[in-house]
Structure formats: structure tokens, C-alpha cells
DNA sequence: CTGTATCCTAGAAGATACTG
DNA sequence: CAGTATCTTCTAGGATACAG
């Protein structure tokens, strides 16, 4: 997995892969860019992911200091996660990808 | 594997990311932004990948319409990649990423 | 040099059941 | 509700050998 301890001599474009890269994080800061998210908000936006990978994910992404994990001690319990501002500035990346994404589809579509 | 027959009822970030998401494509793309390469420049360039792994997703990338192969009929053979414009029309994400990765690199490194 | 063709493996991802 | 804990499946990726 991904960490901040990962080697820092590759070069930027790896650096920015080791912490975004994978099949779900992408989408887990898209959903997140939107504003604070609960646990079962995330697991119902993000399309095929499922409980377990979605902890895990969330996981590797608040240890990379990507995002905040906040706890309300509740019954039922409550978790909610926003981004850091490392995570928030993770935003023009994002914009590129949603950019591309609907020029590709009014070409393909 | 990716391919322009994916669903186009997908979010623009996610359609972005059936051409684009895996391992290596990032990598490649980054390379070819700086012009064509040769199969094994490639490989060389690209830390930790193999042969077989760099021709499926070059092959892959040929399919959906991110670069060009170019044989030339020589012994022993020589093949070219080149970025099509859809390819270049990249750029932007790339450049997103290597500029995160450069902050990155300086707020932790 | 630029590929196929096999075979193999690690680890990501998924299904299910259970819990405070 | 938001998790663990297991067990299983799957496939991207890797090692190796060979070929035009």
C-alpha cells in the first residue's frame, strides 16, 4: 500500500501514483471534494465498491493524510470523512479527469 | 480491460479512468508526452515493468485510441509509439500530477 | 529488437457472517 | 451504522523461453 514513507526519489508523476493511484481512491476524493461524507454515503455513490475495500481504502488515504476520519460516539454510530487540505488540493487533478472525461464522451457518445 | 466500448452512462471521472487507470498507462502517456519512443526506450524508461506487460498495455492503449504504432519493416524490427491527439489531449492530467508531486515532494521531502 | 506463448503467483478485490 | 474477521476468487502482473 501506499504511504509517505514511499520512496522520494521517483519522479512526481509516481509520487502523486503511490497516493491516488489504485482502482478506488480516485473516486473516493471525487465524492469527497463535494463535502463531508458519512461511511454509507460513500458506499452507496462509489459504484461496485463494497464495505470491506472501502474501509481499507479510506484507511490508507487518512494514514496519507489525505483525509480525516471523525467519530461521533453514537448509537448508531456516526463516522464522517472530509479532506485535508492535502487531499483538497488533490482538486486540479480531479478537474482534469472530469474534463477529459466529458470531451471523450461527446466524441464517443 | 479498458476499451471505447464502456459504458458511457459512466461519470466523466470514471470514464477517464477505464482508459487511463491501472498500473503503467500514466507512466507511458508520461513518456510519450516528450515525443516518440521506441519499444525499448520505453521499457527502459519505465521502472519495473516487463515486456510483456508494456506491449499489453501499449496494445491496449493502441485500441482505444491513445497512441499510434508505427513498424518499420527493418531487421532486426523497429517500432515506434506516438502519441494521437486524443493521447496528447492528456496533458493536462499529467500535468496536474506532476505538479502535485512536486509540492508533495517538498512539503515531505 | 520487438515481440508471442506459457506458466505461475501475490495481492487486490469480493462474499459472507458477525459485532459494539 | 460502521465497522472487523474469514474465506474465497480473480486477474493484473511477473518469470522464462522462444521466434521472426
Redesign the pocket.
Known sequence: ?SSNQDNLTLCPVEITLTLIG???KILILRDLMQGTK????L?KSIN??????L?????SMEKDGLII?K?YPE???????TLTELGLSLKPILDAMYEWGEKYKKIKG
Do not use: A, C, H, S
Open positions: 500500500m489504485g482502482k478506488w458519512r461511511f454509507n454515503q458506499l461496485g465498491i463494497n464495505q470491506k475495500v474501509t481499507q481504502q479510506l484507511r476520519r467519530v448509537v448508531p454510530p456516526k463516522v464522517e470523512y
